[in-house]
């Protein structure tokens, strides 16, 4: 797993959204990109050389929230999706944020 640092990798990280979110389970455009991407940082797992999951952490205030963690359809299952894996709900730019939400669509 790594923190999205270039704008190709962020590519990458709405293409696989697009496939599980919009493609495969019907979600609105409209909803998916609701502007906050910018405001957020992203990571993607990676297996055999391509993307196989995605998520971001969106900070608001004291509380920082995984989002919009989207597994590969053929990865599902293997442990891709655990919050665990991804970056820890409750930090805030290295320190422990007062509150902390799991919330997450997948």
Do not use: I
């Not at 509380?63 to 665990?84: E, I, L, M, S």
């Amino acid at each position: 797993m790594a923190e999205v640092t270039e704008p190709a990798e962020l590519s990458v990280v709405h293409e696989l959204r697009r496939a599980v979110f919009v493609l495969e389970q019907g979600v609105s455009e409209a909803e998916e990109w609701d502007g906050l991407d910018g405001e957020c940082r992203h990571w993607l797992a990676w297996a055999e050389d391509r993307a196989v999951g995605t998520a971001r952490l969106r900070v608001t205030g004291d509380v920082a929230c995984v989002q919009r963690v989207a597994v590969a359809a053929d990865w599902r299952r293997r442990g891709v999706g655990r919050a665990k894996r991804w970056p820890r709900s409750r930090m805030r730019r290295g320190r422990p944020a007062a509150r902390g939400c799991s919330w997450a669509r997948s």
